[in-house]
């Protein structure tokens, strides 16, 4: 199982990132796929879930802000983050559980700044 995350970076506040994470080595369209974050000097906060169906799930903290989707013939996991804060500064992983292990990439650094 692989996941590699891309896509983050330094934005003004109010500005907008979409994120991707590539994965290989497990069926992709058959897997519930997560984003999760961490901020400086805090612990992992789960951001947004996408069942293989399609249905997806967010913390309260980024309804209306954060979109989550899938292209299943990509192996593409996908973030799409608008009006972001300050306080979404955070290194930003995608996960997936295949059976009962859990599986992450490396991160992506996204900086919210002016």
């Known amino acids: 199982v692989h996941l590699v995350e891309s896509g983050g970076g330094l934005v003004q506040p109010g500005g907008s990132l979409r ?4 994965a290989s080595g497990f069926t992709f369209s058959s897997s519930a796929m997560s984003w999760a974050r961490q901020a400086p000097g805090k612990g992992l906060e789960w951001v947004s879930g996408i069942h293989s169906d399609g249905i997806t799930y967010y913390a309260d903290s980024m309804k209306g802000r ?18 972001l804060k300050p306080e979404d500064t955070a290194v930003y992983y995608c996960n997936t559980r295949i059976a ?3 599986y992450w990439g490396q991160g992506t650094q996204v900086t919210v700044s002016s």
């Open 19 to 22: 994120l991707s994470c590539a």
């Open 100 to 102: 009962i292990k859990g």
């Open 66 to 83: 954060f979109t989550i989707s899938r292209d299943n013939a990509k192996n593409t996991l996908y973030l799409q983050m608008n009006s």
